[in-house]
């Protein structure tokens, strides 16, 4: 495969990462700690990203580097919580700390669920994955602050899904101090023909970085489904590492309302034949507000199908960041592979940044990649106003019509109008300020 | 009911005159049917009396009910009684078409200082409507125009009429892309709505929809004017002569 040999990290994104790391301390022992270390490497190897980072181009990662955290007020919620009614298991982290006394207990038929934190064996199924998949994501592109997560990571959970569990994992985080700084990392492992629900909702701290790792065996199904929490001075780097074995299924949602920093990176790996995988998101900004996805897909496997759908809501200066890649591998053929970002400027003051790429090595494939930005569409606005719906009710059901096609894409109908039910929510609060 | 006196209007960007001075006058209880050829200003005389943005009225007036609905909004228009049947009704992915139509509802009854719907008492109302147009539950359910083929839009149209009830009906093109079989079922759905006190304006270039639902007056409208009212056989006068006849008789 032609590729660029990456440049060498500049002096100042070295040191970066030594302070970082000098702040930080690495935790010992058990089967996790090798990974620990190769990860630690990376990070001294690469550096931190600078703002100079061709990948860093369109937001700045000064605050997710930084030795100490932005402090983010505390936010009070008054909405009832996302996936409150909904059946399932929960598992609690206030500031990035496991909370057993809010936690159900870990067990449930088809699944094994084990703390990070707690797992100090030699021998476990997550040493093959942990570390590892985020460190097939570090080529082509480099993601030092994934290899930050792994070494340094002080929580997250490990599952694995043997059957197909009766309701669905929720991992709910809370930010309750105002300084929080917290590294999570959870590893998912899905075995041949099992099935996992994966909800996650809630800010985890003032910054987090989290980490996902997710390997899913072959005929093995993963739906996750995410709400990133309303508090409005949050910072957030996350990465979802995927690889998708044959016949398997992939499926990601993200729903993103305020924050002033988010950056959300997937790397998908199809690497067994007939695996499917899409990934969506929805966000809404208003005011300070920053949102990056960065997302790479790439096809290394017959017959498989990829979808990226992300869509952003943007006003009062809000700012939308979408680099999203599909690369088909030569021997790739049959590849289906779709991506589209969107965003919808409410005000002339919001901007959308959109670097929509495609690379292709194989010759019987097909790609579309697309990506717009605009304003409400002044005939549909006509339209519901001419039905007797005031402006502002009308610009809503407008924006949720723009948003559709990403929601969409989550399967679980329940689930889909649970989702709704945020944005329509965000939106009839914004309607009434 | 509707009263229009001397309107003139152009683009709000150009200079050029689309509506020359219309006096139209539609009483309660009456169809009138404008006719006309393309560009004549039919459609634009839908969308001024609805209240689009885009246009600019430089002359004259218009009252529906007597009150002067030019510097309302639309939805203002709506709830006063104006309601458009589109001629290409707009597609609203992620909306239920239920949802909507309530949402609608309520807020010209919002509006007017009337009570609100119960979600009981529309499903009952919409679920009667809906039957008489063959909509089925599933397309009440589905997203708002998304994925109807021509006849349903139309249908639809028809739907949301007559569950808002307004005082005055305009129908755009509401023909157009419509088979035989589907125009029958939406006039019929038109003539169940027509009352003393409704009045109807169905704006339309071929005279077949008015095989279906009969006018009582005729208008035919030529370069942004009506320059010619009778009753119903002016229709059978342009299918037979065309357009230019009548223009050259004006």
Redesign the interface.
């Known amino acids: 495969m032609a590729m660029l040999k990456p440049k060498a990290p500049e002096p100042r994104a070295l040191d970066l990462a030594e302070t970082r790391i000098a702040a930080l301390t690495l935790p010992e022992g058990g089967w996790a700690e090798p990974a620990r270390r190769d990860a630690l490497s990376r990070v001294r190897d690469m550096g931190l990203p600078i703002a100079r980072d061709e990948y860093w181009k369109y937001t700045k990662p000064d605050t997710l580097t930084a030795v100490e955290p932005t402090p983010a007020a505390l936010f009070e919620d008054d909405d009832a919580p996302v996936f409150g009614a909904f059946d399932r298991l929960k598992i609690v982290f206030v500031d990035g700390v496991f909370d057993a006394d809010a936690s159900d207990d870990l067990a449930l038929e088809g699944i094994e669920i084990e703390r990070l934190a707690e797992s100090r064996a030699d021998i476990h199924w997550a040493k093959d994955i942990y570390g590892t998949l985020e460190a097939r994501g570090q080529t082509p592109v480099k993601r030092p602050l994934a290899a930050l997560n792994t070494a340094f990571a002080t929580d997250g959970v490990l599952i694995r899904v043997t059957g197909k569990p009766s309701k669905p994992v929720s991992l709910i985080y809370h930010h309750k101090s105002e300084a929080s700084d917290a590294i999570l990392h959870h590893v998912v492992k899905v075995e041949e023909g099992a099935e996992l629900t994966l909800l996650e909702n809630g800010p985890a701290a003032a910054r987090v970085n989290m980490g996902l790792e997710v390997d899913v065996a072959d005929t093995g199904v993963f739906r996750h489904i995410r709400a990133q929490g309303r508090d409005h001075e949050r910072r957030a780097a996350t990465h979802i590492f995927g690889r998708l074995g044959r016949e398997s299924a992939f499926k990601s949602f993200t729903l993103t309302a305020n924050g002033v920093l988010t950056r959300n990176e997937v790397v998908l790996e199809l690497t067994g034949d007939d695996a499917i995988a899409h990934v969506a998101g929805a966000c809404m900004g208003d005011g300070d507000f920053h949102h990056d996805d960065t997302v790479f897909v790439t096809h290394d496997a017959v017959n498989c199908e990829s979808r990226q759908v992300y869509k952003k809501v943007l006003r009062n200066g809000a700012v939308g960041v979408f680099q999203g890649k599909i690369l088909v591998e030569a021997g790739a053929q049959k590849t289906d592979g779709y991506q589209i970002s969107q965003s919808l400027l409410l005000d002339d003051d919001s901007t959308f940044q959109a670097k929509p790429e495609l690379e292709i090595y194989a010759d019987d494939v097909a790609c579309s990649h697309g990506s717009t930005s605009g304003a409400i569409?002044?005939?549909?606005l006509?339209?519901?106003?001419?039905?007797?719906?005031?402006?502002a009710?009308?610009t809503d059901?407008?924006t949720?019509?723009?948003?559709?096609?990403a929601?969409?894409e989550i399967d679980d109908e329940d689930l889909q109008a649970e989702i709704?039910e945020r944005i329509s929510a965000w939106l009839f609060r914004r309607r009434a300020k | 009911m509707l009263e229009i006196k001397n309107l003139h209007v152009k683009l709000e960007d150009e200079d050029k005159a689309i509506l020359k001075g219309v006096d139209l006058t539609v009483e309660a209880g009456k169809v009138h049917a404008i006719m006309g050829p393309n560009g004549s200003g039919k459609s634009t005389l839908s969308y001024v009396l609805?209240?689009?943005?885009g246009y600019e009225v430089t002359d004259g007036s218009a009252t529906l009910l007597g009150e002067d609905i030019l510097d309302m909004?639309?939805?203002e228009?709506?709830?006063a009684g104006?309601?458009?049947a589109?001629q290409y009704?707009?597609e609203?992915?992620?909306?239920g078409n239920m949802t909507?139509?309530r949402?609608?509802?309520n807020?010209?009854r919002k509006?007017r200082g009337e009570e609100e719907m119960s979600s009981t008492e529309f499903l009952k109302v919409i679920r009667e409507k809906a039957k008489d147009l063959q909509i089925d539950q599933d397309m009440l359910k589905r997203?708002v125009n998304v994925g109807f083929s021509g006849g349903e839009k139309k249908r639809n149209e028809i739907l949301?009429m007559a569950m808002?009830e307004p005082k005055l009906c305009i129908l755009d093109e509401t023909d157009s892309g419509l088979d035989v079989d589907a125009m029958k079922l939406v006039s019929e759905g038109v003539n169940a709505l027509r009352s003393p006190d409704r009045g109807f304006l169905v704006i339309t270039h071929y005279q077949r929809l008015l095989d279906h639902i009969k006018p009582d007056v005729v208008h035919i409208m030529s370069d942004g004017k009506i320059v010619k009212t009778g009753g119903p056989e002016l229709a059978m006068e342009v299918e037979t002569h065309g357009y230019q006849d009548l223009k050259e008789g004006a």
């Open positions: 569409d002044e005939e549909a006509f339209y519901l106003r001419s039905r007797g719906l005031q402006k009710e009308a059901y407008l949720l019509a723009f948003l559709a096609e929601v969409q709704v | 609805s209240g689009r943005d909004e639309p939805e228009r709506a709830a104006m309601f458009l589109f009704p707009v609203i992915p992620g909306v909507f139509l949402s609608a509802v807020a010209q509006a997203p949301q808002l």
